[in-house]
């Protein structure tokens, strides 16, 4: 079993930032990819940013210089460093992880139960 428990959301000004984590425990022999996702009100979930074991990022064009994606492999933790927070930001932000149990098992994908991240204008 896999777990993955992310904190730091919170309601913010406009303009202000927030650093959210993410950590991943429980029977882990490798955790690659991982990720970060948003959901707003009525609107599909997306990605916001990626990033790999080695440290290769992706984002969303439109969030580029403004979040950031790293990790901290020792800690299977994953963060996401938000700043010139807007309105449209709000939404719950999940995080998830490629994670394989064994060195025989295949990666499954673990999500976590997301965190609310509110901004106001």
């Known amino acids: 079993q896999v777990q993955l428990v992310e904190s730091g959301g919170g309601l913010v000004q406009a303009g202000g930032s927030l650093r959210l984590s993410c950590v991943a425990s429980?029977?882990?022999?490798?955790?690659?990819?991982m990720g970060w996702y948003r959901q707003a009100p009525g609107k599909q979930r997306e990605l916001v940013a990626s990033?790999?074991?080695?440290?290769?990022?992706v984002y969303a064009d439109s969030l580029k210089g403004r979040f950031t994606i790293s990790r901290d492999n020792a800690k299977n933790t994953v963060y996401l460093q938000m700043n010139s927070l807007k309105a449209e930001d709000t939404a719950v932000y999940y995080c998830?992880?490629?994670?394989?149990?064994?060195?025989?098992?295949?990666?499954?994908?673990?999500w976590g139960q997301g965190t609310q991240v509110a901004v106001s204008s």
């Open positions: 998830n992880g490629a994670v394989s149990s064994s060195p025989v098992e295949p990666q499954y994908i673990y």
């Open positions: 429980g029977s882990i022999f490798s955790l690659n990819a």
């Open positions: 990033i790999s074991s080695g440290g290769n990022t």
